[in-house]
């Protein structure tokens, strides 16, 4: 459900930045857009929830944002379409990670109201920033999406999702493949989200 149609769902191909002007929030890990809606810190928590509700980047993904607590961003799936990859879902959370400000500590990814998992915004920023969708362009979205699985944390405790990675690229990245199919998209995709 999860290893295929990467390259349709993350346009990837090696860059590099080198010569391009970087956002202060990114610093060296600035991986240039090349549309309006690549631009770093561009949305407010504020206007989320309409950001989500309207870019085409979402598929049709349908979202509950809501802000908890001292800065907790929570992001609920409403409704799912059918004919849309569970894998859209996690290409949500990375382009969450780079298009909103700084105003939050964390993002919550909730299921039904209840808080499921958690990542720092400083490390879904870090990943954020080099993640490019649709324009063939950003950091290989297999390392990005290993990356993810690696900061993940049970909400509220922030213990750790994944087992612990070793080092190995093939070994990781079936510990990432096994975290997101076996632990996260049941408990926060599936559960109880309506297939539309």
């Given at each position: 459900m999860f290893s295929s149609g990467y390259t349709a769902f993350f346009g990837a191909v090696f860059v590099s930045t080198a010569a391009f002007a970087q956002p202060e929030t990114c610093q060296s890990e600035y991986w240039p857009g090349t549309l309006p809606e690549h631009e770093v810190d561009s949305v407010d928590v504020s206007e989320l929830q309409r950001f989500l509700d309207t870019s085409p980047a979402i598929e049709g993904i349908e979202f509950e944002t809501s802000l908890h607590g001292d800065g907790e961003v929570w992001l609920d799936i409403v409704r799912f379409p059918g004919e849309v990859t569970v894998l859209a879902s996690l290409r949500t959370v990375l382009i969450v990670g780079r298009v909103v400000k700084p105003q939050y500590k964390k993002l919550v990814l909730?299921?039904?109201?209840?808080?499921?998992?958690?990542?720092?915004?400083?490390?879904?920023?870090?990943?954020?920033?080099?993640?490019v969708w649709s324009e063939g362009k950003g950091q290989n979205p297999i390392a990005l999406m290993r990356d993810l699985a690696d900061k993940l944390g049970s909400y509220p405790n922030g213990a750790r999702v994944a087992p612990p990675f070793n080092g190995s690229l093939l070994g990781d990245t079936t510990t990432m493949l096994t975290t997101m199919n076996q632990i996260v998209y049941p408990k926060w995709v599936l559960k109880t989200v309506e297939i539309k």
């Open positions: 909730a299921d039904n109201g209840e808080g499921v998992f958690e990542v720092p915004y400083a490390d879904l920023h870090r990943i954020g920033c080099q993640f």
